[in-house]
């Protein structure tokens, strides 16, 4: 087992408090989360993955709502041929490389 050491510092009460529940959320403590922190910081020699709850989750049935609601929306669209399709996409990509020139 590798040698073990203690690091202490002192941080606002709050902060810790809201990283822990979000910690917990995760489905681990801090120690573990600190743990993860170091070791993905040296395996990417940087600053470490991104780990966050979403903001905001949704049902599966306010999913299903959304996805009948686009479906609603685009049976009033006029069918495209594949040729129009294509033709849609070039005059796109020529409107975006010039753009970029």
Known sequence: MAQQVLHQFRWDK???EDCV???SALG???NTAFRMFMERT???RGLPFPAVLPERTISSREALE???KMREEAADLPEMTLDEINEEIRQARAARKARAE
């Open 21 to 23: 529940a979000i910690y």
């Open 28 to 30: 681990m403590d801090l």
């Open 66 to 68: 959304v996805f009948q």
């Open 14 to 16: 709050q902060l810790r």
């Open 42 to 44: 040296r395996a990417v």
